[in-house]
């Protein structure tokens, strides 16, 4: 990676991580031969680079931030995202075995159908969480030398943490969509280590951020409404 350079950066950053998951999916699988993979992997980079173009010309420094290494993230935090790559590697290698290798378990075309089509809702509320909130940051912490204030638009009118919520419901899909039923063993386990990480980040926001006590009491839920 080429120090100094933020484009080449992000470039480099972006094709190891699609060949990691090339790896990490069809590694396991046996095969290329798996439509769902290569339709998924097709949507999630078109995601990814439409969400980075939008960032570089609607909000670079969001970019920056989220692009940045040097970040003083809290320690829970990092233990938590350590955690979570560990079981998101073990939920590609998994889908793999499970889908195509072996075919422990089965997927009508149906239901991978409607795995495809609950991405879009999903993916639609992350993303405007995304765009509505200039300080969602990958990491958890209280942006000061950007100014952080509480963001109160979008979808943070119903729950304080939408971003979570989208990607809770797309970590759903998955398993459905990719057609494998024993990747939802260590996806619950992602869904559960996103609850601890929004309960963290809440107080942390409650106790840190000026303004966040007051907008808690106005807007009651953290991820699902009339729930918790």
């Excluded at 990691?20 to 990814?48: D, H, K, M, N, Q």
């Amino acid at each position: 990676m080429i120090k100094g350079d933020p484009k080449k950066n992000r470039a480099v950053k972006l094709a190891v991580t699609i060949i990691l998951l090339l790896a990490l999916i069809f590694i396991p699988a046996g095969t290329l031969r798996w439509p769902e993979a290569w339709i998924f992997l097709f949507l999630y980079g078109a995601v990814v680079a439409g969400v980075m173009a939008w960032w570089k010309k609607n909000a670079p420094d969001l970019l920056k931030e989220r692009m940045s290494r040097d970040k003083d993230a809290k320690s829970w935090d990092k233990l938590i995202m350590l955690v979570y790559t560990f079981l998101l590697i073990i939920v590609l290698a998994i889908t793999g075995l499970d889908a195509v290798r072996f075919r422990w378990s089965s997927v009508p075309l149906m239901a991978k159908v409607l795995g495809f089509l609950g991405y879009l809702p999903s993916l639609g509320f992350a993303l405007w969480a995304m765009k509505e909130n200039a300080f969602l940051s990958n990491v958890v912490r209280i942006q000061r030398e950007r100014g952080h204030t509480v963001c109160r638009s979008g979808p943070y009118r119903f729950v304080r943490h939408p971003m979570y919520l989208g990607v809770i419901f797309v970590f759903l899909c998955f398993p459905l969509s990719l057609g494998s039923l024993y990747a939802y063993i260590p996806i619950s386990l992602i869904v559960i280590l996103f609850i601890l990480r929004t309960a963290l980040e809440d107080r942390t926001l409650r106790n840190e951020l000026s303004g966040y006590e007051e907008y808690a009491r106005e807007v009651r839920f953290r991820l699902l409404p009339g729930v918790w």
